[in-house]
């Protein structure tokens, strides 16, 4: 389900402001909308809902649902229903969470991979409305099916994409799934050797990178007053420096850097050792993995990104006014790679 241009929602926004901005990008020719299901803050499947009720024409995709909350079962019958909502404008998007939230309420993140194989491949089973018997390690389900008595009982042909980091994630995607949800702060040189990584599991099993749909969340601090707006992304990067390090030394943050973030943030982080760290973040690394500065900066960066292998940015607009993101980039045939 290709798309061009797209926004990700995720708590920064009151809602009923990200409805009205929703409404506002499907105005100005954006195609999608993918929502968070992150920390513990809004619930995906609900807002999923909220933009399918209240738009007429965007994709909704979450981004990305974590597998161990819900039984692989629920997750069909949740998107099987949003199908109903709105056919052919829903995307699954699943994830294999991480820490230390999901150690936190309890869930074992055990062999992440092995576990993501198989409920792709259940819920997948399920959405042909087919009786499904499926025993693995983690999914067991006998005889089910997705029960629709007075609706449409008909295929559904919802895409399935995973949000993939790690290499062996991206190699399973690139083999099982429709697409994946590159990741955020993360530099372009990330994105080349991820889609490298898509590849090669593509071609275990005949595709070529081609059929992979590749849509890249992108933190994007736009304004024509750029310090605030490098601030406003610099705060952000810090805590990825602090709670993902292993990812920025992947985009090219150097061992020096990260350690003397690391020698003023604790866990979790207060406010005041953010804003210490952040003295220490120059420019060129905000920059470096985020679209971050003037709107000449901004759309420089996602199209160094495309031209790295993303098929669709999808824009995670920092500032409190979204419609300044949203006209920047409405025009995308000004900055669209050939």
Same mark, same amino acid.
């Given at each position: 389900?290709?798309?061009?241009?797209?926004?990700?929602?995720?708590?920064?926004?009151?809602?009923?402001?990200?409805?009205?901005? #929703?409404?506002? #990008? /499907? $105005?100005?020719?954006?195609?999608?909308?993918?929502?968070?299901?992150?920390?513990?803050?809004?619930?995906?499947?609900?807002?999923?809902?909220?933009?399918?009720?209240?738009?007429?024409?965007?994709?909704?995709?979450?981004?990305?649902?974590?597998?161990?909350? @819900? &039984?692989?079962?629920?997750?069909?019958?949740?998107?099987?229903?949003?199908?109903?909502?709105?056919?052919?404008?829903?995307?699954?998007?699943?994830?294999?969470?991480? /820490?230390?939230? $999901?150690?936190?309420?309890?869930?074992?993140? /055990?062999?992440?991979?092995?576990?993501?194989?198989?409920?792709?491949?259940?819920?997948?089973?399920?959405?042909?409305?087919?009786?499904?018997?499926?025993?693995?390690?983690?999914?067991?389900?006998?005889?089910?099916?997705?029960?629709?008595?007075?609706?449409?009982?008909?295929?559904?042909?919802?895409?399935?994409?995973?949000?993939?980091?790690?290499?062996?994630?991206?190699?399973?995607?690139?083999?099982? =799934?429709?697409?994946?949800?590159? &990741?955020?702060?993360? $530099?372009? =040189?990330?994105?080349?050797? #991820?889609?490298?990584?898509?590849?090669?599991?593509?071609?275990?099993?005949?595709?070529?990178?081609?059929?992979?749909?590749?849509?890249?969340?992108?933190?994007?601090?736009? $304004?024509?007053?750029?310090?605030?707006?490098? &601030?406003?992304? @610099?705060?952000?990067?810090?805590?990825?420096?602090?709670?993902?390090?292993?990812?920025?030394?992947?985009?090219?943050?150097?061992?020096?850097?990260? &350690?003397?973030?690391?020698?003023?943030?604790?866990?979790?982080?207060?406010?005041?050792?953010?804003?210490?760290?952040?003295?220490?973040?120059?420019?060129?690394?905000?920059?470096?993995?985020?679209?971050?500065?003037?709107?000449?900066?901004?759309?420089?960066?996602?199209?160094?990104?495309?031209?790295?292998?993303?098929?669709?940015?999808?824009?995670?607009?920092?500032?409190?006014?979204?419609?300044?993101?949203?006209?920047?980039?409405?025009?995308?045939?000004?900055?669209?790679?050939?």
């Amino acid at each position: 389900m290709p798309q061009t241009l797209a926004l990700y929602m995720q708590d920064k926004h009151a809602i009923p402001y990200e409805l009205e901005m #929703a409404r506002y #990008a /499907e $105005s100005r020719g954006f195609d999608a909308i993918w929502q968070a299901d992150t920390r513990l803050a809004r619930d995906g499947i609900v807002m999923m809902s909220a933009f399918l009720a209240t738009t007429q024409r965007l994709v909704l995709g979450t981004g990305v649902l974590p597998i161990w909350t @819900r &039984n692989p079962a629920v997750i069909a019958a949740t998107f099987s229903t949003m199908y109903e909502l709105a056919p052919g404008r829903v995307i699954c998007g699943l994830g294999a969470w991480w /820490e230390p939230i $999901s150690s936190q309420v309890g869930v074992k993140r /055990e062999r992440p991979l092995q576990a993501m194989r198989e409920y792709v491949e259940c819920i997948r089973q399920l959405f042909t409305m087919q009786e499904t018997t499926y025993t693995g390690d983690f999914v067991n389900v006998k005889g089910i099916k997705l029960d629709i008595i007075h609706g449409d009982p008909s295929p559904r042909p919802i895409p399935i994409y995973i949000g993939a980091t790690g290499p062996k994630m991206l190699e399973l995607t690139g083999e099982i =799934a429709d697409g994946c949800v590159l &990741n955020y702060m993360v $530099s372009p =040189a990330y994105i080349r050797e #991820a889609c490298g990584l898509l590849e090669v599991g593509a071609k275990r099993v005949g595709k070529t990178l081609a059929d992979i749909d590749r849509p890249e969340l992108i933190v994007c601090s736009l $304004s024509e007053d750029r310090e605030a707006a490098l &601030n406003e992304a @610099r705060e952000l990067v810090v805590q990825y420096l602090a709670q993902e390090p292993h990812i920025m030394k992947a985009s090219g943050v150097s061992e020096d850097l990260l &350690n003397e973030v690391h020698k003023v943030l604790g866990w979790p982080a207060t406010k005041e050792q953010v804003q210490a760290a952040m003295k220490l973040v120059p420019d060129e690394v905000v920059q470096m993995i985020t679209a971050a500065g003037t709107p000449a900066e901004c759309r420089a960066k996602v199209r160094e990104y495309m031209e790295a292998g993303c098929t669709c940015p999808i824009l995670y607009p920092l500032m409190p006014d979204i419609k300044p993101v949203i006209d920047a980039f409405a025009d995308f045939q000004d900055w669209k790679p050939a």
